[in-house]
């Protein structure tokens, strides 16, 4: 049975560049890092949520096109409060996808941006409902 989700994996081109971008932006910090012959794979979570982490893999050799494989469209992060992120972060450098959020179906607030590899990025600030069981959870 499923316990929780426990990683998700972007693919990269530059390692130290990924690490640095989620560690400065984010918080993000290292748990591992190793190598097979045909990959660099690090491993890095926020101590805010230690038990999901994020996979960073770097091809040492082409391997390929990752679309038959699947894709990842997203990855979202949660934040506090939409509009106090936003101007944070506008600060560090990151550039929105939009000049402002966007309504989600269920009253979330929104809003994309890159990452350095152009990985699309998001910031979720839940609606009241969801944000209660965030709480509650924790």
Same mark, same amino acid.
């Given at each position: 049975?499923?316990?929780? $989700?426990? !990683?998700? +994996?972007?693919? #990269?081109?530059?390692? &130290?560049?990924? *690490?640095?971008? =989620? ?48 894709? $990842?469209? !997203?990855? +979202?992060?949660? #934040?506090?409060?939409? &509009?106090?992120? *936003?101007?944070? =972060? ?49």
């Amino acid at each position: 049975m499923i316990k929780k $989700v426990e !990683h998700v +994996a972007l693919i #990269v081109t530059d390692m &130290e560049k990924s *690490i640095a971008y =989620y560690s400065s932006m984010f918080g993000y910090q290292l748990r591992t890092r190793g190598q097979s012959p045909t990959r660099d794979m690090t491993f890095i979570y926020h101590e805010n949520q230690p038990g999901f982490e994020i996979e960073l893999i770097k091809d040492l050799q082409p391997m390929g096109d990752y679309s038959d494989k699947s894709i $990842v469209n !997203h990855l +979202a992060f949660t #934040v506090e409060n939409i &509009e106090d992120a *936003i101007q944070f =972060y506008r600060e560090k450098g990151i550039q929105f996808n939009s000049d402002k959020p966007n309504t989600a179906v269920d009253g979330a607030k929104t809003i994309f941006f890159y990452g350095p590899d152009r990985e699309l990025l998001q910031f979720v600030e839940p609606n009241e409902e969801r944000k209660k069981l965030l709480d509650q959870a924790t």
